[in-house]
């Protein structure tokens, strides 16, 4: 039996993690798609990087496919998707199953109150 562990160990193995300085500049290229998978609840409390996609989790499968009436059309396979979280153990989980679904260009730049601390973007 997987522990949460393992998922997160697979996880890190295939999705590139990003510094939060890497991820601020590509922020300020303005070609990547910021995606925030924390639920609304802690995004309302603390705030998400400026133009972040907020999709949950709960719904990254959904939204990410393009036969789902669901589907968020930011969410493109050949898209640079970079994903945030509270610390980074749910955007390596959503990385990974984007990965799994085709998404080619995905990177976790981590947790929120480090992109925040480093002076990035928010809304």
Request: hydrophobic share 35%.
């Amino acid at each position: 039996m997987k522990t949460a562990k393992d998922y997160l160990d697979e996880a890190n193995a295939v999705l590139p993690r990003i510094s939060t300085e890497e991820g601020i500049e590509r922020h300020k290229a303005g070609s990547s798609v910021f995606v925030d998978v924390r639920d609304s609840g802690e995004i309302a409390k603390s705030g998400t990087i400026a133009g972040a996609e907020r999709v949950t989790r709960g719904m990254i499968e959904f939204k990410a496919d393009d036969t789902h009436p669901l589907h968020n059309p930011a969410l493109k396979k050949e898209a640079d998707i970079v994903l945030i979280c509270g610390a980074g153990g749910q955007a390596a989980l959503s990385g990974k199953t984007l990965i799994d679904m085709g998404f080619q260009n995905v990177s976790n730049v981590g947790g929120f109150s480090a992109w925040k601390d480093a002076g990035g973007p928010t809304e």
